[in-house]
């Protein structure tokens, strides 16, 4: 099983990690994180803990698990959810530990060969959809060869996203500095670490499980290292009195930059006397921005939304790679711009989408050569051959429409305050006021346009929150809410 040898200097005083010596391969895996989609993050670290601090977020994942297949328009678009693809997915494949394995680029066609050489000529990443012409499109294309690919004989060609012999020290809370002893001196001071004789010098070797476990701390603690290679402490949860600060503080940076564009709205039931949301209940299009937030790269988060407002340490490597200079340090400035500004993969997109979240383009043209697919226009033999499409995953063929979202009309769903999202169902949400122990005289259902500014809350506070809808809506009221008591006191 591969690992990765880090030399730590540990403050054997108060057991902790100040900072590790590491080459190429580690910060590489580290800059990964903020290119890997949030559902692919929580369906990692869900396997090493249930209960991982990221209440909202985890709650709509495990929302798109329990949801019918048949509430979505395919099958494809639910797989998307659970599994989403990383855009820089041909780079994260170099990496010297997988964090990912199931991030490899698949292509499926028709079953039927005529139907994909000379009639509808469709091609997909995923299987379970369907093609124009009814069949599964469950026939596996061998992939191309190409990929961004950092082998060579040299050393200085090693790297996915930093170059090859390079030096770096990474701290507790994963601040990335380029090796020197201003570096090192510097952390130990901030520590108040001022003897030499109080630090060790430890290596530690690190595997995939590892890893993971610092991708999990990293989102909600300050001192990853020290929690996953001395074993101190348990991943803390994240508070609320915590988040309700982060979300304040964000606010104020999006408070004059509200886009009204493809907005949508949902109906609050609120309890007056706690002045909370005790659940919503919306429509697909609300349900749809929610569940795209799995389909979002942690940097966008960290890049848009939360900067340094977020509980853990994930947001030092955001301005670790601000700082880094790009011609000397990273690969290319073409690869700053991925780690900094992170697209969502093809296909993961739909129209109107409040965020405005960009999708990668994948601009390569695909060919079709019988059981291979091809990047040229001609096969070995010299024949021209058939170019393909790529089918839009959420849209069955027969509807002619794409960059829908991922749920059908006309279905309506419940909402609960920490994202629960379920079909609606009056009788549910009357025993959920039971639960909450609140009086029918004592809430009000309100009806609130959701819009770019809301959206980023929204956003920010499925990842910092464990009330969400509260701390987007009602700690802070949009502006232009229409409130209506429609239940009598």
Known sequence: MATIS??????????RVVFVESD?????ILFSFLTMPMGTIIHLISNLSPTNGIVCINNLYKSVENIDVNYFRTEAGKNMLLHPHNAAAAYCKSLKLKIDDSDTLSFFCCENYTCTHSRY???????????????PMSRILNPPCPAPSNSGPEARNRGVFVKGLARFVVSDYFQVQPASTSASISLLTKLGVMDASNIEERIFDIGVTEVLQLLECSLVSRTPLTEVLLA???VPELRNEDSHQKISLMREILEHQSERNGETSVR???????????????SKDF?????SFLTIPLGYLMNETLGGQSKGSIHH??????????MKYLKSNEIKEILLNPKIAPGSGYKNQPLGVREAVDNQQYYYDRSVIRTESKCPGGSTLPLLTMMDPKSPYKEGTEGGGFLLDPAMFTVSDDL??????????LSLLEKLKIPFNDIYVCEVQVGREEASRLLAASFVSESALTDTFIRKMPKDALISDVLKE
């Open 6 to 15: 880090l030399k730590a200097s540990v403050d054997k005083k108060n057991n």
């Open 24 to 28: 190429e391969l580690f910060v590489d």
């Open 121 to 135: 000529k469709l091609w997909s990443h995923y299987k379970n959809l369907y093609c124009g012409c009814g069949r």
């Open 232 to 234: 101190r402490k348990e």
């Open 268 to 282: 609050l039931v609120v309890c007056k006397s706690k002045k909370v949301v005790c659940y919503a209940e919306a």
């Open 287 to 291: 349900v749809d921005l929610l569940f």
């Open 317 to 326: 490597l955001n301005d670790s790679v601000i700082d880094l200079d790009a």
């Open 420 to 429: 629960v999202v379920t079909p609606i169902s009056p009788v549910s949400e």
